[in-house]
């Protein structure tokens, strides 16, 4: 199986300032047909997670556009601009190029 | 909006059969991935398989032996059984569509505990 490693595993933040989390894969995840499956969910506490983000940069529809992702190949980040307290949760980065697909152990963001 | 949401016993006995249903409202099952997932305990989240809406299926290899996924259109509901569990069986079970294969939207999960 394609192992995802995050970091970090613990992101304290200060509201209004940026926050990065990186997301590396054991493989390439551009698929056969040129796209690359990489995905980025958020968990708020209590709460289900969602996806944020897909195809490494595209954007869920109703996610603000604070939230952006980057990568390729093998290295994906997800950025925030500007944290807001909204924000708090895990973040997990999840593959599906190829079966299996995997997720990274998940980032916990919390405020300073 | 569509909503998900588990149902089924929160304990099984190990070497019986866990089965999990998960009701589909505010649209159709007849379109779209249906997919289940877990996260055992101090661990990560696994995908344990899918079916898409024309009864296609594809499970984790490690799973694949124990594992069937099937659609009611009928009730707008998809399920899970898995066989012959065991303690590593015991998660947070999640369902969850996707447009593609990855679940975009999630149930809120239901704890299954494996113990006699």
Redesign the interface.
Same mark, same amino acid.
């Given at each position: 199986d394609v192992v995802m490693t995050q970091s970090p595993l613990s992101l304290p933040v200060t509201l209004g300032q940026p926050a990065s989390i990186s997301c590396r894969s054991s493989q390439s995840l551009v698929y056969s047909d040129g796209n690359t %499956?990489l @995905?980025w969910f958020q968990q708020r506490p209590g709460? @289900?997670?969602?996806?944020l983000i897909?195809q490494v940069s595209k954007r869920?529809s109703g996610v603000p556009d604070r939230f952006s992702g980057s990568g390729s190949g093998t290295d994906f980040t997800l950025k925030i601009s500007r944290v807001e307290a909204e924000d708090v949760g895990l973040y997990?980065c999840?593959q599906?190029t190829h079966?299996? &697909?995997? %997720? &990274?152990?998940?980032t916990k963001v919390e405020i300073k | 909006q569509v909503q998900l949401q588990e149902s089924g016993p929160g304990l099984v006995k190990p070497s019986e059969t866990l089965s999990l249903t998960c009701t589909v409202s505010g649209g159709s099952i007849s379109s779209n991935y249906w997919s289940w997932i877990r996260r055992p305990p101090g661990k990560?989240?696994?995908?344990i &398989?899918y079916i898409h809406y024309s009864g296609r299926t /594809?499970y /984790?290899?490690?799973l694949k032996s124990r594992v069937s996924i099937s659609l009611d259109t009928s009730k707008n509901q998809f399920s899970l059984r898995l066989s012959s569990v065991t303690a590593a069986d015991t998660a947070v079970y999640?369902c969850g569509r996707g447009f593609?294969?990855?679940? @975009? @939207?999630?149930?809120?999960?239901t704890l299954v505990t494996v113990s006699s």
């Amino acid at each position: 199986d394609v192992v995802m490693t995050q970091s970090p595993l613990s992101l304290p933040v200060t509201l209004g300032q940026p926050a990065s989390i990186s997301c590396r894969s054991s493989q390439s995840l551009v698929y056969s047909d040129g796209n690359t %499956f990489l @995905s980025w969910f958020q968990q708020r506490p209590g709460q @289900s997670p969602r996806r944020l983000i897909y195809q490494v940069s595209k954007r869920e529809s109703g996610v603000p556009d604070r939230f952006s992702g980057s990568g390729s190949g093998t290295d994906f980040t997800l950025k925030i601009s500007r944290v807001e307290a909204e924000d708090v949760g895990l973040y997990y980065c999840m593959q599906a190029t190829h079966w299996p &697909g995997t %997720f &990274g152990q998940g980032t916990k963001v919390e405020i300073k | 909006q569509v909503q998900l949401q588990e149902s089924g016993p929160g304990l099984v006995k190990p070497s019986e059969t866990l089965s999990l249903t998960c009701t589909v409202s505010g649209g159709s099952i007849s379109s779209n991935y249906w997919s289940w997932i877990r996260r055992p305990p101090g661990k990560g989240l696994e995908w344990i &398989g899918y079916i898409h809406y024309s009864g296609r299926t /594809n499970y /984790n290899p490690s799973l694949k032996s124990r594992v069937s996924i099937s659609l009611d259109t009928s009730k707008n509901q998809f399920s899970l059984r898995l066989s012959s569990v065991t303690a590593a069986d015991t998660a947070v079970y999640y369902c969850g569509r996707g447009f593609g294969t990855t679940p @975009s @939207s999630w149930g809120q999960g239901t704890l299954v505990t494996v113990s006699s």
